[in-house]
């Protein structure tokens, strides 16, 4: 068969396979191959390492979209001399994604302003970025999706949607206090993720004694905090808001 014949069969195969950046490179590292004396191993090798990197990369991105993430808050664009109550370090340690790893929980507690969810964000971003799944939601927008669940008899789905991520980020708890079967639900999924070892990322404005306040039984709480600290790391920032203490800085009028 000449170069040409087997050059174009391969051109087909590849599209065929639905391979599309093995396809679309295969020029430039044939070309690449031939000037470098590359191996033919180390041309297949080329190959398929672009295949496999552009499936990340849209991996990546569609684990992006899929996750709902409100911001794309950075770790990197964390301000530490502004919130000195968060541990760099502790930080650094979480975005080493070992927590996801061993399925631990990262909590972060505090007022609002203070960068609770900013630090969320990023560390669901890290992990997005190394090709995890994540989803995030508010505590309130899990109840509102519950309560569309139930009335069309769809809550398996609910719960499948909040089991599959590699990280489940629930942001504001505490804003509101849960009706029962909220509360049971909740419960649920923090119990499902903990005998599956799989992580949450949870911030609330109120401290672990104020959450008495969030569930309607006082059993629940225990419940759920037990599952929610056995592997934990929890980030309590007791700081001031970062836009307000910006804003009084800047000299501006609060109101
Ligand atoms: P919380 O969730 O604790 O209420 P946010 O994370 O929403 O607070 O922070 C409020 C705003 O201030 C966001 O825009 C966030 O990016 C920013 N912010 C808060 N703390 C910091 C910080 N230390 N460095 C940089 N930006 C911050
Ligand atoms: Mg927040």
């Known amino acids: 068969m000449s170069a040409a014949v087997s050059y174009e069969r391969v051109r087909d195969h590849l599209d065929e396979l639905g391979l599309e950046a093995a396809l679309q490179h295969l020029d430039a590292i044939l070309e690449r191959g031939q000037k470098a004396e590359l191996l033919p191993v180390e041309i ?14 849209r991996r990546v991105n569609t684990n992006l979209k899929l996750a709902g993430l409100p911001a794309h808050t950075t770790l990197e664009s964390f301000d530490y001399e502004a919130q000195p109550q968060v541990p760099r370090e502790t930080i650094e340690e979480l975005a080493s994604l070992r927590f996801l790893h061993q399925g631990e929980n990262v909590i972060l507690l505090g007022p609002p302003g203070v960068g609770k969810t900013h630090l969320a964000c990023g560390l669901a971003l890290k992990a997005i970025e190394r090709g995890h799944r994540a989803y995030f939601l508010s505590l309130h927008d899990l109840v509102t999706k519950a309560r569309v669940s139930r009335e069309r008899n769809r809550l398996h789905n609910l719960m499948r949607t909040l089991q599959r991520p590699d990280v489940l980020l629930i942001d504001e708890m505490g804003f509101l206090p849960l009706k029962a079967e909220d509360a049971t639900l909740l419960f649920e999924v923090v119990n499902k993720r903990y005998q599956r070892g799989k992580s949450i990322i949870l911030t ?3 401290s672990y004694g104020q959450w008495d306040e969030i569930f309607p039984d006082p059993v629940q709480v225990t419940a759920v905090l037990d599952r929610l600290l056995h592997h934990a790391t929890t980030i309590n920032i007791r700081g001031e808001s970062y836009r307000l203490r910006h804003r009084r800085e800047a000299g501006l009028k609060l109101n």
Do not use: G, I, P, T
Not at 45 to 56: N, V
């Open 44 to 57: 297949l090798d080329e190959l398929l390492s672009r295949e496999l990197a552009a499936r990340f990369e």
């Open 204 to 206: 609330s404005n109120k």
